[in-house]
């Protein structure tokens, strides 16, 4: 299961998919960018909406990037990503539960 079945905008989902799918690493805008195969100027128009719910977080800065990983601190998040990687039963729908709770 993937984060593309939960969320409408396919960019978001690409960004939180490739996101969770390194969660050790964190990521500049311009390299999230290029590794999800999305535009920067997407990038910058959902990112702030995902700091805004606390879906990432900013983990450091690096000259004049700023970097990027999922805030797993985050309830909603991390219960997202459990049951969007593990792939359990019932995932879309309790995902999708969890998003909009």
């Given at each position: 299961?993937?984060?593309?079945d939960v969320f409408t905008d396919s960019s978001v989902a690409k960004i939180l998919d ?7 690493r964190d990521f500049s805008l311009t390299e999230l960018a290029r590794e999800c195969g ?64």
């Amino acid at each position: 299961m993937a984060f593309c079945d939960v969320f409408t905008d396919s960019s978001v989902a690409k960004i939180l998919d490739h996101l969770a799918s390194h969660e050790a690493r964190d990521f500049s805008l311009t390299e999230l960018a290029r590794e999800c195969g999305v535009s920067y100027r997407t990038i910058q128009r959902v990112f702030p909406i995902l700091v805004q719910n606390e879906l990432v977080t900013k983990t450091r800065r690096i000259g004049k990037a700023t970097m990027y990983s999922l805030n797993l601190e985050n309830t909603r998040m991390r219960e997202l990503h459990r049951v969007l990687v593990q792939g359990e039963k019932g995932t879309a729908d309790k995902a999708h539960h969890v998003a909009y709770t």
